[in-house]
């Protein structure tokens, strides 16, 4: 009997198996206007708004990701009733924005997806996303939703530029889905300008370091630029939800991109690691070089051409 039941589990996980390779990424187009000047994708540049809130420029493209404009003192709800209280200010208010191209959005939490944005962000602006966050974009009046699955891509081009998002593993944490928490992806970036390849970001959102990450540097050998959501989130306290100063250092080693940036730290009173504590580990692991750390407001500038 154990043995039938040894075989059967066998042909269970080779069936499962066979599936997910036959289940094929899906790839999906988005065409926007062209800027009608002339497109430079020799550099670009990350501005830190805040929290997970960044504006990425390459190749005439303007990129907001996980939009938080609320001040200081204000709350975000996180579902089931918690809320967060913000400690700090965005660098930018919300009406200040310069035109953005797209969205990316990692999951529908409040503080990544505020109660002034679901109001006051252009609903026609193209937002990728998760299925479950597109869905409740939908609910908000958002029309133009790319909901992506692990793996899927998003193809867009602007004139001659091209930006390809794939949707990244990610899990908001512990294993079993029992915890109220959102379906999160983290995000590939690959920018290219007239039939070059240009500059490849990686944006972990809000994740715990588990194995479905190992498949991010297989496929994905060589990442210019990481963005990784700390933190340290712990829901009543308890529950970690977000990377603390230990699991990011462990990401940086995972996917070793060629540089990184911390974001999503220090912002929200329900974050328990604080920078310092990434920082701690960045320096035990000998990995100084390889860090930026952005104030509100500050910009990295990139140049791909020098890259590796
Ligand atoms: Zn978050």
Redesign the pocket.
């Known amino acids: 009997m154990a043995r039938i039941i040894r075989l059967w589990r066998a042909a269970l996980v080779a069936c499962m198996l066979c599936m997910s390779v036959a289940a094929t990424a899906k790839e999906t187009a988005l065409e926007l206007p062209a800027s009608g000047s002339a497109v430079k994708a020799d550099a670009g540049s990350v501005q830190f708004i805040g929290n997970?809130t960044v504006l990425i420029r390459y190749a005439g493209f303007t990129i907001l990701t996980d939009p938080n404009f609320l001040h200081k003192g204000e709350h975000v709800h996180l579902g089931y009733g918690l809320k967060s209280q913000r400690l700090t200010d965005p660098a930018i208010p919300l009406e200040k924005l310069p035109p953005v191209d797209l969205v990316v959005l990692s999951h529908m939490?409040g503080?990544?997806f505020d109660q002034l944005v679901q109001e006051k962000l252009d609903r026609n602006i193209p937002i990728v996303t998760t299925p479950e966050a597109a869905g409740a974009l939908a609910d908000m009046g958002f029309k133009n939703r790319h909901a992506l699955a692990t793996w899927d891509a998003l193809v867009v081009r602007k004139g001659e530029a091209s930006l390809r998002v794939t949707a990244m593993p990610a899990r908001h944490g512990p294993p079993g889905g029992s915890a109220p928490l959102p379906e999160t992806m983290g995000s590939m970036l690959e920018f290219g300008a007239g039939g070059k390849a240009g500059y490849r970001i990686y944006i972990s959102g809000?994740t715990l370091v588990y194995d479905d990450l190992d498949d991010i540097p297989k496929r994905y050998p060589d990442i210019d630029l990481a963005l990784l959501?700390l933190?340290g989130?712990r829901i009543l306290g308890v529950m970690k939800v977000?990377m603390d100063g230990k699991d990011g250092v462990k990401l940086l080693q995972l996917v070793a991109p060629h540089h990184a940036i911390p974001i999503?730290y220090n912002d929200y009173d329900v974050f328990k690691s604080p920078l310092s504590e990434f920082e701690g580990e960045v320096k035990a692991a000998g990995l100084q070089g390889k860090v930026t750390y952005l104030k509100h407001g500050d910009t990295y500038r990139f140049k791909s051409g020098n890259r590796r």
């Open positions: 997970a939490h503080d990544h809000d959501h933190g989130t977000t999503h």
